[in-house]
């Protein structure tokens, strides 16, 4: 997207030339996958061919805001101030900065389902710095137009969207339109599930640090959850991604346990 960038060890993104004005705006250009990104294709059609029927082929994709984040930033962040002086004082130019990547992470959705994902999950890890007003300006209606557009071409492509820390934000999540709503380990699984409503399935969210305990812990925790999110829409599933130095065989665990649950 004529955005250069690095991934630096300890420090994970940077981007060497923030995004911060309309002419840096002007400069970005639209994501074209199979020009910049042909491997990743190449890669899931490889897989699907692998795996056969045996699992499902997942895809992600990053969330216009949380990419719009990492660019104006300049790389991660705590406080965002850069991004949030942005918006709140020249909130055209971000608008036009989603834009870019509203219209590019449609394409790229499309593109690794015709390549093999069989559902893909967006990341909006960073919407959850907004308030609930704010996601509800520079978030949620790109979001929306993404699964709108996926779902014109692509209507039986489950989509699903995390975003971590998002109890503040719960409800809103299913206005945007996808399959699955994937919640952190932060809210209470039967409480989300009322929250969220019938129509849309749930995602997770076993906290990563569970992975730590007993295997009769990591049972357990399980248990609770499948039994909290009841008997239909739900993928059993972390509330986050697993953390280094997790013991490989209580991962192995989660699994077993988690394949020999039935209704």
């Known amino acids: 997207m004529n955005i250069p960038f690095d991934i630096v060890k300890g420090k994970g993104p940077v981007i060497y030339s923030p995004i911060r004005t309309a002419d840096d705006v002007a400069q970005v250009r639209e994501f074209v996958p199979e020009e910049s990104v042909p491997y990743v294709g190449e890669a899931l059609t490889i897989l699907r061919e692998e795996v056969k029927s045996d699992a499902a082929v997942l ?18 962040s705590k406080h965002f101030t850069k991004i949030k002086r942005l918006a709140f004082s020249q909130p055209q130019v971000l608008h036009s900065l989603l834009q870019k990547f509203t219209n590019s992470m ?6 690794q389902a015709d390549n093999g994902a069989q559902a893909v999950q967006i990341f909006d890890s960073w919407a959850t710095e907004l308030s609930p007003v704010d996601f509800e ?15 014109k071409t692509h209507p039986d492509l489950p989509l699903i969207l995390y975003a971590s820390g998002s109890g503040g934000l719960v409800e809103r999540l299913p206005s945007t339109g996808v399959d699955v709503v994937s ?35 990591i049972t357990d925790r399980i248990n609770d959850t499948v039994r909290k999110a009841g008997s239909s829409k739900h993928i059993l ?11 490989e065989e209580n991962v192995a665990h989660f699994f077993e346990v988690a394949k020999g649950i039935r209704y």
Do not use: C
């Not at 520079?138 to 779902?151: E, G, N, R, T």
């Open 237 to 247: 599933n972390l509330g986050h991604g697993i953390v280094v130095g997790t013991p």
């Open 106 to 111: 449609a394409q790229y959705i499309k593109y």
């Open 137 to 151: 300006e520079f978030s949620l209606p790109y979001l929306k137009q993404i699964v709108d557009s996926v779902k």
């Open 183 to 217: 919640l952190d380990w932060t809210v209470d699984m039967a409480e989300g599930r009322r929250r969220l409503g019938s129509d849309v399935a749930v995602q997770g969210n076993v906290d990563p640090g569970v992975l730590f305990g007993s295997k009769e812990f």
């Open 59 to 76: 895809g992600f994709v990053g969330a216009p805001f949380t990419l719009a984040s990492y660019v104006v930033e300049g790389g991660s």
